[in-house]
């Protein structure tokens, strides 16, 4: 028997477990009509693509879906891990991540809605994604092209299956992406690279991907699943904290000052849990000065 890595309503417990295969029990949240969000009890959610049969590329509304599924893990203090994917396989039996923006709804200006408004919508996306405070794995179980492919770029990790195929089309479908998409795949595999990969258009697999740095490991596409299980059990038996204030020192590396936002942003949670900083409050509430004689200048 096949298994599919990602089916709606996906009940595992009715599922043949493969030889290695670890498995967890999703819940699906939410109504959508693009995607698949799913939630499991030991904090990991599951956030999928569901237009199979375009490959997963995405219009407006898929990204608006996304947006609102990414935010509402954002906003559940269980939820540490996410798994990225697409669902599959497409009734030629094909898989995909995501093969971008949906050229056939691509007007003048942008992707076009039901409300005929152009939008460059995953932009946001990526944002949300990237200034996320919880770990994002991206799992390809096929074609990570276009946009498709700056959205696994922009996971923290990435792990692939071993048909999987990645590339960047821009310059063929008159697109670009100057942002992430670029300056943050020169980070990644390095400036030589990342010319390589946008100049020419070619297509990559996920061996080629792997030496390059772009992924993090490659797995079975049955076992793909599995594997994203796997590496988000580990990265939650570590410092939830730890790995927040990690993330955003890696992002402030390359973000500038919204990456330095963010890092920030932790420092100050961190702060206002201590009594120095509760004493200021507490000062300004009772109407009196600040008392910090406790607080020491320690080294
Ligand atoms: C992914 C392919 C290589 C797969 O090839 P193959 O297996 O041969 O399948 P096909 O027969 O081509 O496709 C099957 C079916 O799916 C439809 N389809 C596939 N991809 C798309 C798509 N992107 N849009 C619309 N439809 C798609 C295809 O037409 C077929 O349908 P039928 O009805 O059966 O004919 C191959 O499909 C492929 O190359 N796809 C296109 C990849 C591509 O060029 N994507 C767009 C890149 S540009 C982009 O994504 C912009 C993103 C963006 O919004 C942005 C904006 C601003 C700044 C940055 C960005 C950013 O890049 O993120």
């Not at 904090?43 to 990414?70: H, Y």
């Not at 008159?174 to 070619?202: M, N, P, T």
Request: charged letters at 25%.
């Amino acid at each position: 028997m096949t298994l599919k890595p990602i089916t709606p309503n996906n009940n595992n417990m009715s599922r043949r477990v493969l030889p290695g295969e670890i498995i967890t029990s999703w819940v699906s949240v939410g109504e959508y009509k693009d995607i698949l969000l799913d939630k499991s009890t030991e904090g990991i959610a599951r956030v999928a693509i569901n237009r199979p049969e375009k490959r997963n590329a995405f219009r407006p509304q898929t990204i608006s879906e996304l947006c609102d599924a990414f935010i509402r893990i954002r906003e559940d203090p269980k939820i540490g891990v996410v798994l990225f994917t697409g669902v599959g396989p497409s009734k030629d039996g094909k898989f995909a991540f995501c093969s971008g923006g949906d050229q056939a709804i691509r007007g003048s200006g942008g992707y076009l809605g039901d409300d005929g408004i152009p939008r460059l919508n995953v932009l946001d996306l990526q944002r949300i994604i990237r200034s996320l405070p919880k770990v994002v794995i991206a799992l390809v179980p096929g074609f990570a092209i276009g946009g498709g492919h700056v959205l696994h770029l922009i996971c923290d990790l990435s792990l692939a299956a071993d048909n999987a195929i990645f590339g960047q089309t821009g310059p063929k479908v008159g697109s670009f992406d100057a942002g992430f998409g670029s300056s943050y795949l020169a980070r990644v595999v390095g400036q030589k690279k990342a010319r390589e990969i946008w100049f020419l258009c070619r297509k990559y697999g996920a061996k080629e991907a792997l030496d390059m740095g772009l992924i993090n490991a490659i797995s079975p596409i049955n076992l793909l699943e599995s594997e994203g299980v796997k590496w988000a059990r580990e990265i939650l038996q570590n410092s939830p904290t730890a790995i927040k204030c990690l993330k955003f020192s890696f992002n402030a590396d390359t973000d500038g000052l919204a990456g330095i936002q963010e890092l920030a942003g932790q420092a100050t949670h961190l702060f206002y849990t201590t009594d120095e900083s509760k004493e200021g409050r507490n000062a300004f509430m009772e109407k009196r000065d600040p008392d910090f004689s406790e607080s020491k200048w320690l080294p």
